[in-house]
């Protein structure tokens, strides 16, 4: 005789945190045999990353960049199955 084992799965809503900010972030990966690595630090507006992406575009001629968004979520438990 064996033991048997019963495993339940519960579902979560993944939602938006209202408290939570979002920021955003660029970093130039422009450069032939590596990326330039230049990063525009986290801002708290899209406005703030492109201004900083045409001013590095300006005084370095970099066309190409990696644009990243964090935000944060909440996991609220769901029903079990």
């Known amino acids: 005789m064996g033991i048997t084992r019963r495993f ?4 979560y ?3 938006p945190d209202p408290v939570g900010e979002t920021t955003y972030a660029a970093e ?5 045999e590596a990326d330039c690595g230049a990063q525009s630090g986290e801002k708290d507006e899209t406005a703030k990353v492109a201004q900083w992406i045409a001013e590095h575009t300006r005084d370095t001629g970099h066309q190409r960049y990696r644009r990243t968004v964090a935000d944060y ?6 029903e079990w199955q």
Not at 8 to 11: S, V
Not at 28 to 32: A, I, K, L, R
């Open 8 to 11: 339940r799965f519960q579902n």
């Open 13 to 15: 809503e993944i939602q």
């Open 28 to 32: 130039c990966v422009s450069g032939d």
């Open 73 to 78: 979520v909440t996991a609220e438990p769901g």
